[in-house]
């Protein structure tokens, strides 16, 4: 791995963390308690900060380390979690951002970058001082209290005197033995200390070279450093103690506090391999002791020796002394676990680079053109063999499409919780109190949807918060409680994703609406408009209210363009609401946007595709049905009153010819298409019908977001995996359809726009039904 | 991490440059070793001018060095240390020890 790589990974991992900071940071807020939250939040910033200090990050962990000291605090009880604190923390948590992607980007820090940190850090030292007296009071408090548990182990009988005086020192004195294999593992001795550089100052230090060997006993590679640092920083033990989270295993580190009792540092001397009174002139040339601590220490040893038989065993000092804290053995615990965690984690997932996904899922594309191709071919061949083979080959390559559609699967729930900061942001910004639910979030869908979706969403919830959800006093008046409710929701439906903004604020407000719609020119005052249509005219272009315009809506995003978004994606918009208990607006999306199921049907010389998730059946158009429509655009299905649209009309295709039996035979997909028609003799045109006696018509009865329409079509030919091809620019204005695919003939099939279709029928349907009501009665 | 012995009396000995760190370490200790074994005079003198990088594994390989020599009533001497060199041995707080100026600024 090098630098690029380890660093890019230090990119990754660090966004993730801050993704997870930011979500632990909203969470915190409603339960300002919980301890493995504050403690996620801790250590997602420490951990950023021992990554960027492996990188030399100096500025990164230099702002990081004030943001950390922070939150020890609050991880100590001594600050507590509000909500300016949360904000604060939101903020530190958006320029540590910023702080990765500049190193992400390989730029220096700019100068606005350090002006912005110097803000933030003024800030996290106003919050510091705010509550240092509390600070203060904890430490001695701490430092006594484990001067008191450890005074009669550490002295067991007599010389109490210079064990359990205190040093005069103001520094930390820390101890480090090496491993011989750290340089191997890639760690250098001299990286940590320059880490604590980065957050106290190093008073003195004498560097131990008496376990270097001679020449020739001495491996290169292997590390024989040892050191005595007496060191001086506002940091905690814990602080410290991370410096050296990497090296743990691999290295004796111990840490002695400042004015610790002159017992602890005998310890230290006695547990050090080198002897005592080495030692113990390296305490004092570090300044650590003075000469007259140090005799009254080894006084107390050797009185100590002398009365007790029994000397202490070292692991019963070393944690009678604290010199282990509870906090640091649970750190070190949780994060073997993590460690352990993400060894499981690595196992079952990889990353993968999204372009090598679309170049596999364009791959399978061309497979399933491929595959059709052959499965025809079979079927022509007439050979049971070659059609055995081809039929499983068929069902395998559908399986490869499946299981690579899954791969692009994401759950939305990810992006749903990017709204709490959203919500969270708006409503302090407007002065609402609103609160945000999220359910389906293990509703999975298309990457690229999940990609685009997120603007004409963050409109969605904008505009339900600013327009929807009322103020306090009003909605106390309505009787509903103080706090509005933003709810996101996600279902699969019948092929598509819903996502629904819920909101239970005042609703569309109809006659408003109309209004607007009348003084902007966008209807007409003799049109009878539906409830719904009415509703839909927010997404008009022009459609913008006076009050609307504030610094929310005033992003240059109007409602017309979330709708051209969405329609865009294959999907669509529809309102559910009531005045005065809420609006649902709800986001219909196709799962996945690169292959579908179709089913193929024939008008006329040409083939099109409807995607089979839409279809709910298939009925004849009986001669009867044509003669009782009387030329209108609907029919009785069963009683219930069906528009449907006849798609040779439509697109304005010309009869096909009559195909040719064996032609038909051989071609399932109704390939009846102009090949014959130069050589057939010329037809009398009365006699025409002599040549197609039976002209039956189907109907493809489509369902999209609960309103129903038929198809008219000539020949129904089954079903067929469909990859969709994108239309050229050239076509986007055209109506009706929305991609084309290629069959196995090579032939070219057009995809209908099932939503634009149902839409077409569905805004004539409410004038149309009145009508049709009396026809079906008459009937 | 090239570097050029030279057995005539000029100075230096030896010239590490480029990377004086864990990965050159096991290349360069017996060439290190040679040097001061090939030295004809009392002194050997090893040029740092180059040395473009240098960890721990670096350091302790200096500090053999010197009490290899010792060993062999020789007086390895370190000369043109390059800036890495210097930081790291004021880091380690060895100036005493490799009789090399403080350098300004020092953290300590």
């Known amino acids: ?779 | 991490m090239a570097e050029a012995t030279s057995p005539d009396l000029a100075v230096p000995a030896l010239c590490i440059l480029g990377d004086f760190t864990i990965f050159a370490a096991a290349d360069l200790k017996p060439k290190i070793i040679e040097a001061i074994n090939q030295g004809e005079t009392d002194e050997v003198v090893i040029d740092l001018a180059d040395v473009s990088e240098i960890d721990s594994a670096g350091l302790q390989l200096m500090v053999m060095a010197m009490r290899e020599g010792a060993a062999q009533s020789k007086n390895v001497r370190f000369t043109r240390h390059s800036e890495p060199v210097l930081n790291l041995i004021d880091l380690f707080g060895l100036s005493g020890f490799f009789g090399t100026p403080a350098l300004a600024g020092s953290t300590h």
Not at chain 1, 53 to 62: E, I, K, T
Not at chain 1, 482 to 498: E, F, V
Request: proline share 4%; charged share 25%; with cysteine.
């Open chain 1, 1 to 779: 791995m090098n630098l690029d790589d380890a660093l890019n990974t230090f990119v990754i991992e660090s966004r993730e963390l801050l993704e997870s900071m930011e979500e632990a940071l909203l969470r915190v807020e409603q339960s300002p308690h919980d301890e493995d939250l504050i403690n996620a939040i801790f250590r997602a910033a420490h951990t950023i900060k021992g990554s960027a200090g492996l990188f030399g990050l100096d500025h990164v962990v230099a702002f990081t380390h004030n943001a950390e000291n922070v939150l020890d605090s609050v991880r100590s009880g001594e600050l507590e979690i509000d909500g300016d604190l949360v904000a604060l923390f939101l903020q530190v948590c958006d320029h540590m951002g910023s702080l990765v992607a500049n190193v992400a980007e390989g730029k220096e820090f700019g100068e606005d970058i350090r002006q912005r940190s110097d803000e933030l850090t003024a800030q996290l030292k106003g919050q510091m001082t705010a509550h240092q007296s509390a600070g203060a009071a904890g430490a001695p408090a701490e430092a006594s209290s484990s001067a008191a548990s450890s005074e009669h182990v550490a002295v067991p009988a007599g010389g109490g005197e210079g064990g359990a005086a205190h040093a005069e020192t103001d520094n930390w004195h820390i101890s480090m033995r090496f491993g011989k294999d750290v340089l191997k593992n890639g760690m250098d001795p001299a990286s940590f200390i320059r880490y604590l550089t980065t957050f106290g100052r190093i008073v003195n230090i004498v560097t131990l070279l008496d376990e270097i060997p001679r020449a020739a006993e001495m491996d290169p590679e292997d590390c024989y450093l040892g050191f005595e640092i007496s060191y001086r920083t506002d940091a905690d033990k814990a602080a410290i103690e991370s410096a050296f989270e990497f090296v743990q295993d691999d290295a004796r580190i111990r840490i002695v506090p400042p004015h610790s009792k002159i017992g602890d540092y005998l310890d230290l001397i006695r547990e050090m391999p080198e002897t005592e009174m080495r030692l113990g002139e390296i305490l004092v040339r570090c300044g650590t002791l003075t000469e007259n601590e140090l005799d009254a220490a080894l006084l107390a040893q050797q009185a100590a020796d002398a009365s007790s038989e029994a000397h202490q065993p070292l692991g019963t000092v070393l944690v009678a002394e604290q010199m282990v804290s509870p906090t640091v053995v649970q750190a070190a615990l949780q994060k073997q676990k993590q460690v352990k965690e993400t060894k499981g984690g690595d196992a079952s997932m990889i990353r993968v680079n999204a372009d090598k996904l679309d170049e596999h899922i364009n791959l399978i594309g061309e497979l399933i053109i491929a595959s059709a191709s052959i499965d025809l071919t079979a079927l022509k061949s007439g050979n049971p063999e070659l059609l055995e083979a081809a039929s499983v080959m068929k069902r395998l390559v559908e399986n490869v499409r499946d299981s690579a559609l899954q791969l692009r699967m994401v759950q939305i729930g990810a992006t749903f919780n990017k709204f709490q900061r959203v919500v969270r942001d708006v409503s302090r910004e407007i002065g609402k109190d609103i609160r945000l639910e999220i359910s389906g979030a293990e509703t999975e869908l298309d990457k690229t949807v999940v990609e685009k979706i997120g603007d004409p969403l963050t409109h969605l919830v904008r505009n339900s918060m600013d327009h929807g959800i009322e103020p306090v006093d009003v909605r106390l008046a309505r009787g509903k409680p103080p706090h509005g409710t933003l709810r996101l929701n996600a279902y699969h439906d019948s092929g598509a994703i819903a996502i629904e903004v819920i909101d239970d604020g005042g609703g569309l407000n109809k006659e408003r609406i109309l209004a607007k719609a009348l003084e902007r020119g966008l209807v007409k005052p003799e049109q009878m408009l539906s409830d719904d249509e009415i509703h839909k005219l927010i997404f008009e272009p022009g459609f913008s209210t006076a009050e609307q315009i504030n610094n929310l809506s005033g992003r240059g995003v109007g409602m017309d363009v979330v709708r051209r978004n969405i329609r865009d994606l294959r999907g669509s918009i529809d309102i559910d609401t009531e005045e005065g208990v809420g609006t649902t607006m709800r986001i219909r999306l196709p799962l996945t946007l690169a292959i579908i199921d179709g089913f193929l049907v024939g008008v006329g010389g040409s083939s099109f595709v409807v995607p089979l998730e839409m279809v709910v059946e298939c009925v004849e158009l009986s001669q009867e049905e044509i003669d009782a429509a009387h030329g209108r655009q609907h029919l009785n299905l069963r009683g219930e009153v069906l528009p449907f649209i006849r798609l040779k009309e439509l697109f304005d295709i010309a009869d096909a010819p009559p195909p040719a039996i064996d032609a038909d035979a051989d071609s399932p997909f109704g390939l009846q298409l102009e090949s014959g028609r130069d050589d057939l003799p010329p037809v009398d045109e009365e006699l025409a019908f002599l040549l197609q006696p039976v002209r039956r018509e189907n109907v493809v009865v489509v369902n999209y977001a609960g309103h129903r329409a038929g198809l008219v079509v000539d020949t129904l030919q089954g079903e067929y995996q469909t990859v969709i091809r994108p239309l050229g620019a050239v076509f986007s204005g055209i109506e009706g359809i929305s991609g084309f695919t290629i069959l196995g003939t090579g032939q070219v099939a057009l995809i209908l726009d099932v939503p634009g279709l149902v839409r077409r029928v569905a805004s004539k349907e409410s004038r149309v039904n009145a009508r049709a009501a009396s026809y079906v009665m008459r009937e």
